[in-house]
């Protein structure tokens, strides 16, 4: 009996140590090949993996045994050396691996030079695979840390258990380890989380996972952003380029942290990926926004009030600023809100306020309307926080900006082209009233005037002196033109001729490449019109079979009507004039008509004129 026990103590040993080289081997080939050859699938995660076997194991479950019973003992042994094997492979409980108490005391008993020593075998051995590595790490820590399952519950242990048990040495050597394989991590993560799933659903007396959640805390740790990847929302969003169908998938509690994450330096993305993420803003952004916006952006205002800070980066404020801008523009409530939160955001309100001086010129009338109402309200709140002499400096910033914004309200510059557009059409009648009424445009008063002042006698010395050098210019052309082309044709010609002969070789060539893609474009523009149509959806056709109807119904309702009556009304203004030129179009007639047109014309200038001169004496006696 005690050379029976002693022989089952030395065998159980010695499968002890094998075991544990087999699990370190089979762990270092068989998933680690696999994982990184295969990959995980798209369309489900490691979570979904989980949740499949355990689906499957409760099928097996409810399916009774057929033949267990009539099998013989030698086929059992068999069974049960294969899940033996099966379950050193995996990285779990072998049969003379101890179970300890507590993790702590597993984490003292951890051999640390061994692992030293696996660690180092691993990577002389697999030199250029660093997936193995860590993977090997991972099944190490997690067949030698095995406790029985009396660890205390969830809301009793740290945020960072059991990570939080690892002394210095182990958190070094799994530093190290980590550290020269950072290319791999996420799928170290990925792994663990699958190997975690298919240990936690052996009926198992043992929790034979800290290993693996210690790989991932050391992982997650360090590096945050190895759980975050938006390479699959980019391709989604590529893929799909209707974003009507993603409307309301995304609200201001997931909108805001993607903003964060796209413009915020020194977080936990990298170069590359907030490159990414930006990209991929907008069409975040219009996801976010819905179908309304003008129902619903009003419930973003707040947000973006209050992360445009004077001191936020400039691209994050721009971007801030001109959404503000949006949600001003688009939905009128926003306007209400932001009166309701002036007084709790005062430099962020001063930096809107200061975009809306810049960006003045461009404002809709409605939007000027509103936005005059609102410093208005905003004035009233300046002078009642600068009675009580709280929050001075930021008060005094936006009593500044609100006058600048009220003064570009009031004012727009002096019309200067409107005074000369008004200067000119009065000289251009009082000229041709003149000359008019004198029969001639010598005997006008205006020549008169300008001969007294003197300035068409300078004006005709100024035109003879211009036609004289005129023609002074010509004769010296007419003399040199030909010398000089002469003397460029014998230079330039040949190098010319070069030219033309290269550009026309190269027109030619352009002009065969551009046949065989016309060509092309002529074989394969039909199958893509086609394309096309297929990926344009029913409501677009629906649309523009509703636009052709209201287009027809304006233009029998409306234009039709409108072009009739015009038509009419010039009829019957063509008749009234015949019917003044008694029946007969003359002349004469004609010229009499054009007359009283001018004279109506000029009185109405000059009344204006005497109107606005009574205007101006009247504002200087006043003043």
């Not at 267990?68 to 069974?79: A, F």
């Not at 916006?293 to 973003?300: A, V």
């Not at 949006?326 to 926003?334: G, K, M, Q, T």
């Not at 001969?451 to 010395?461: E, K, N, P, R, T």
Request: hydrophobic share 35%; proline share 5%; net charge positive.
């Amino acid at each position: 009996m005690a050379s029976g026990e002693g022989k089952l103590k030395v065998v159980g040993k010695t499968k002890k140590n094998g075991d544990k080289r087999r699990a370190l081997g089979e762990s270092n080939v068989t998933p680690n090949l696999s994982a990184i050859t295969a990959g995980v699938p798209i369309n489900s995660t490691v979570y979904e993996l989980g949740f499949e076997k355990i689906m499957k194991k409760q099928n097996k479950e409810q399916v009774p045994p057929s033949s267990s019973s009539s099998e013989p003992q030698p086929n059992k042994k068999q069974q049960n050396s294969g899940k033996g094997s099966k379950r050193n492979s995996g990285g779990s409980a072998a049969p003379g691996q101890g179970k300890f108490p507590t993790l702590e005391e597993a984490i003292r008993a951890l051999d640390l030079a061994g692992l030293q020593r696996e660690m180092e075998k691993s990577q002389s051995v697999f030199p250029e695979n660093p997936h193995i590595w860590v993977m090997d790490l991972a099944s190490y820590l997690n067949f030698k840390l095995q406790t029985v399952k009396n660890e205390p519950l969830p809301l009793q242990q740290s945020h960072d258990y059991p990570y939080c048990l690892v002394n210095k040495e182990l958190k070094s050597i799994i530093r190290s380890v980590l550290s020269k394989a950072s290319s791999v991590l996420d799928l170290l993560v990925d792994n663990c989380i699958r190997l975690m799933l298919e240990e936690l659903e052996k009926p198992t007396a043992a929790d034979c996972v800290h290993g693996y959640r210690i790989c991932i805390q050391a992982v997650l740790l360090d590096k945050p952003r190895t759980a975050f990847n938006d390479t699959f929302l980019f391709c989604l969003c590529r893929m799909h380029s209707n974003l009507t169908k993603g409307f309301g998938m995304i609200g201001p509690k997931d909108f805001f942290p993607l903003l964060d994450f796209a413009f915020m330096p020194n977080n936990s993305l990298t170069s590359s990926q907030q490159e990414q993420l930006r990209d991929l803003y907008p069409r975040l952004k219009v996801l976010a926004f819905g179908a309304t916006p003008e129902k619903t952006l009003h419930t973003y205002f707040p947000s973006f009030l209050s992360r445009a800070t004077p001191n936020c980066p400039p691209s994050m404020k721009k971007e801030l600023l001109n959404s503000l801008y949006e949600c001003l523009n688009v939905d009128p409530l926003s306007f209400s809100v932001w009166r309701q939160l002036y007084t709790k955001h005062l430099p962020q309100s001063s930096l809107l306020l200061q975009h809306l001086v810049s960006s003045w010129e461009t404002t809709s009338k409605p939007v000027r309307k509103a936005v005059r109402e609102t410093v208005q309200s905003f004035c009233v709140t300046n002078e009642e926080f600068s009675a009580k002499s709280s929050h001075s400096k930021d008060i005094e910033v936006c009593q500044s900006v609100c006058q600048a914004l009220l003064q570009k309200m009031k004012g727009r510059g002096f019309p200067w082209f409107r005074l000369c557009l008004i200067v000119l059409v009065f000289l251009s009648g009082f000229l041709i009233h003149d000359v008019r009424t004198s029969g001639s445009i010598q005997a006008s008063s205006s020549v008169r005037i300008l001969q007294q002042m003197g300035v068409l006698s300078v004006s005709q010395q100024a035109w003879s002196k211009v036609s004289h050098y005129a023609l002074q210019g010509q004769s010296w052309l007419e003399r040199n033109v030909p010398v000089y082309y002469a003397q460029a044709v014998e230079v330039l010609g040949p190098g010319l001729e070069v030219l033309w002969e290269k550009s026309r070789d190269g027109t030619i060539y352009i002009a065969q490449i551009l046949s065989t893609y016309l060509v092309y474009l002529r074989d394969n523009f039909p199958g893509f019109i086609q394309w096309v149509r297929a990926q344009i959806p029913d409501s677009v056709y629906q649309f523009l079979d509703y636009l052709q109807e209201l287009l027809l119904l304006v233009y029998h309702n409306y234009i039709v009507p409108a072009t009739m009556y015009c038509m009419a009304a010039l009829q019957r203004a063509w008749q009234q004039y015949i019917d003044s030129c008694n029946g007969e179009v003359t002349w004469h007639c004609t010229r009499d008509h054009l007359s009283s047109i001018t004279q109506s014309s000029w009185t109405f200038v000059q009344n204006t004129t005497l109107a606005i001169k009574d205007w101006a004496v009247a504002m200087m006696s006043s003043h």
